[in-house]
Nanobody
Framework: QVQLVESGGGLVQPGGSLRLSCAASGSIFSIYSMDWYRQAPGKQRDKVATITSGGKTNYADSVKGRFTISRDNAKITVYLQMNSLKPEDTAVYYC??????????????WGQGTQVTVSS
């Protein structure tokens, strides 16, 4: 089993910044990818950013140039630095990790979600 604990959400004014963290624990052998998703009320959950095991990153067009995904392999933690936040960034943000357990089974785990609200 893999557990993901998210932190860093909150209320911020437009133009402000937040940094989300997602720490993983469990019998992890390797991680294929680490992703951040978000879901606004009444909308589907969309991928925001991805970082692969090789460090390659990809972003949704709506956040390019404003958000940065990074990872700390030693801490098995993925971060999302969010700058120049806009009201339309308001959503619950979820981390997602895919990888392999020490048992050679693949896993696909989600964090509990953290609320980000951008409002004046």
């Amino acid at each position: 089993q893999v557990q993901l604990v998210e932190s860093g959400g909150g209320l911020v004014q437009p133009g402000g910044s937040l940094r989300l963290s997602c720490a993983a624990s469990g019998s992890i052998f390797s991680i294929y990818s680490m992703d951040w998703y978000r879901q606004a009320p009444g909308k589907q959950r969309d991928k925001v950013a991805t970082i692969t095991s090789g460090g390659k990153t990809n972003y949704a067009d709506s956040v390019k140039g404003r958000f940065t995904i990074s990872r700390d392999n030693a801490k098995i933690t993925v971060y999302l630095q969010m700058n120049s936040l806009k009201p339309e960034d308001t959503a619950v943000y979820y981390c997602n990790l895919k990888g392999m357990l020490v048992t050679n089974d693949n896993f696909d785990s989600w964090g509990q979600g953290t609320q980000v609200t951008v409002s004046s």
